[in-house]
C-alpha cells in the first residue's frame, strides 16, 4: 500500500513538474518578446507587427517606383530621361522579342526591394506576400484600367523545387492578388513539366533554353479567349514569362499580361 501511495506521489510530483516547466516556458517567451523586439529583416531598425510584415516602414518607404519614362509595351524603365517620346518602345519590344502582351513592375529590382524578395523567397517569410500583392493590384489599377483580367496565373514552380522551398512565392503573391484585384486565381492551369536549372548567371540565351517547353497548361477550355494576367516576384530577361506567354497563347489566349514585383534594369 505504501509503495502504491509513493508511485502516486510521485506522479502528481512529475505532473506538477512539467506544469510548472510549461508556466515558465510561457511567461520567457512573453518577457522575450517585450524585452526583444522583432528587429527588421533588412534594416535591424523596430517593426511595428512581426505577424504583418517582417520589414520596417521605412524600408518598404525607401523602395523607388518604376518610372516615367518606360517602354509602353514591357514597362522597361528607360536608364535615360532623354527617351521619353509617348509609346516610346524598347530594343525588345521593337524587335517583337516578348509573346505577352503588355507587361509592368512595381519596382526597379534594387535596393529595399531586392531584401524584400530575398526574405520572401530564402528567409521563406511569406507573410511579406500580402504587403507586395497590395502594391501590385495598385499597379494593375494604375497602369491598366481598362484591361479586365479574367484569371491571375502565378508562374508555378515545379513540384521538386516547392517541395524545397515549402510553398511557390509567386502564388502566394497571385493568391493574395487575387483576393485585393477581384480577379479570381486560376491554380494549376500553368505547369512546369520538368525542373529547370537555376536562372541566375545564365546569358539571355541560356535562359531561354534553359524554359523552352517547360510549361504545359491543363485547362485549355478556361484559357481560350481569355485575358490572363500572368503573376512573378521578378522580371530579369523576362524568359520565363515570355515561354508562359507562348504556352497560354498557343493554347488559345486572347490576351496575356505580365505583373511583376520587381524588374531587372540595366543601369
Ligand atoms: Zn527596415
Ligand atoms: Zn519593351
Redesign the pocket.
Known amino acids: 500500500m505504501e509503495s502504491k501511495f509513493q508511485i502516486c506521489l510521485a506522479r502528481i510530483r512529475l505532473a506538477d513538474l512539467r506544469a510548472l516547466f510549461q508556466g515558465l516556458f510561457t511567461a520567457f517567451n512573453s518577457l522575450s518578446a517585450v524585452l526583444l523586439p522583432t528587429t527588421c529583416k533588412l534594416c535591424q531598425g523596430p517593426v511595428e507587427d512581426v505577424r504583418l510584415s517582417v520589414v520596417c516602414q521605412p524600408c518598404w518607404d525607401r523602395v523607388s517606383q518604376v518610372e516615367e519614362p518606360f517602354?509602353g509595351?514591357?514597362?522597361?524603365a528607360f536608364p535615360s530621361k532623354a527617351i521619353s517620346q509617348e509609346g516610346a518602345?524598347?530594343g525588345?519590344?521593337r524587335h517583337g522579342l516578348?509573346r505577352f502582351d503588355v507587361a509592368r513592375a512595381w519596382a526597379p529590382f534594387r535596393d529595399s526591394v531586392k531584401g524584400i524578395v530575398h526574405e520572401l523567397k530564402y528567409g521563406r517569410h511569406r507573410s511579406l506576400a500580402r504587403p507586395l500583392a497590395l502594391r501590385l493590384a495598385g499597379v494593375y489599377q494604375a497602369h491598366w484600367p481598362l484591361l479586365r483580367a479574367d484569371w491571375v496565373i502565378p508562374v508555378p514552380l515545379h513540384p521538386a523545387r516547392k517541395r524545397e522551398r515549402g510553398f511557390n512565392q509567386s502564388h502566394e503573391i497571385a493568391r493574395h492578388f487575387s483576393r485585393t484585384a477581384g480577379i479570381p486565381l486560376a491554380e494549376h492551369w500553368l505547369l512546369r513539366t520538368r525542373p529547370t536549372q537555376v536562372q541566375a548567371g545564365l546569358t539571355r540565351r541560356e535562359r531561354r533554353q534553359n524554359v523552352a517547353g517547360a510549361f504545359r497548361t491543363s485547362n485549355g477550355a478556361g484559357i481560350s479567349g481569355r485575358t490572363l494576367l500572368v503573376i512573378d516576384d521578378v522580371f530579369t530577361t523576362g524568359a520565363t514569362l515570355n515561354e508562359c506567354a507562348r504556352i497560354l497563347k498557343e493554347n488559345g489566349a486572347a490576351k496575356v499580361a505580365v505583373l511583376t514585383v520587381a524588374r531587372v534594369i540595366k543601369e
Open positions: 517602354c509595351v514591357c514597362g522597361y518602345r524598347c525588345a519590344c516578348y
